[in-house]
Antibody, heavy 120, light 106 residues
Framework: EVQLLESGGGLVQPGGSLRLSCAAS????????MSWVRQAPGKGLEWVST????????YYADSVKGRFTFSRDNSKNTLYLQMDTLRAEDTATYYC?????????????WGQGTLVTVSS | DIQLTQSPSSLSASVGDRVTITCRAS??????LNWYHQKPGKAPKLLIY???RLQSGVPSRFSGSGSGTDFTLTISSLQPEDFATYYC????????FGQGTRLEIK
């Protein structure tokens, strides 16, 4: 059974940093693209970043480029989203999502989400 | 980025109704269009991918159609568990989502 479990959310001040984790199980981790998608309170869905399964290439939304870093630890089947220079507009629930293949941004499994609040 | 526009933004319907939601892309995306629904406090769930392919485990009352710039999601006979917010998403290029359609009980 595919499972994605996010952690690391919380309250952080503007300009601060936070690292989110996503522990994956039930599938061959490196064979699939993995992504982060966020949802501000009461708002719609916004793609944040993707890491390809085959070569580990990373892609970012313009809104987070240069501030967020997506990485993975294949030995731990865990993904990380390092978020620096956080802004109020980064406040959202962050979901980890699995692609349907190594390069896809079609998301067939999602975690339960972790809430990040950026506020002073 | 490719923009997706859903209509309507909200919809009231009754159990047993047939419902259609549309999604229009700002440029052609072939069939790289997916549909999700999301219930309050829960993660989105994939319903339809590649415009018309039913995700495993999703009831057959859900169907999708379209290509290019115009797409539809149809629920043939609404069930109580279908009341949720529906999103389209394109996977043709940098992923983007529609603004959502809130489906409410009449």
């Amino acid at each position: 059974e595919v499972q994605l479990l996010e952690s690391g959310g919380g309250l952080v001040q503007p300009g601060g940093s936070l690292r989110l984790s996503c522990a994956a199980s039930g599938f061959t981790f490196t064979s699939y693209a993995m992504s982060w998608v966020r949802q501000a309170p009461g708002k719609g869905l916004e793609w944040v970043s993707t890491i390809k399964g085959n070569n580990g290439a990373t892609y970012y939304a313009d809104s987070v480029k240069g501030r967020f870093t997506f990485s993975r630890d294949n030995s731990k089947n865990t993904l990380y989203l390092q978020m620096d220079t956080l802004r109020a507009e980064d406040t959202a629930t962050y979901y980890c999502a699995k692609g349907i293949d190594s390069g896809s941004s079609t998301f067939d499994y999602w975690g339960q989400g972790t809430l990040v609040t950026v506020s002073s | 980025d490719i923009q997706l526009t859903q209509s309507p933004s909200s919809l009231s319907a009754s159990v047993g109704d047939r419902v259609t939601i549309t999604c229009r892309a700002s440029q052609s995306i072939s069939i790289y269009l997916n549909w999700y629904h999301q219930k309050p406090g829960k993660a989105p769930k994939l319903l339809i991918y590649a415009a018309s392919r039913l995700q495993s485990g999703v009831p057959s009352r859900f169907s999708g159609s379209g290509s290019g710039t115009d797409f539809t999601l149809t629920i043939s006979s609404l069930q109580p568990e279908d009341f949720a917010t529906y999103y389209c998403q394109q996977s043709y290029s940098t992923p983007t989502f529609g603004q959502g359609t809130r489906l409410e009980i009449k």
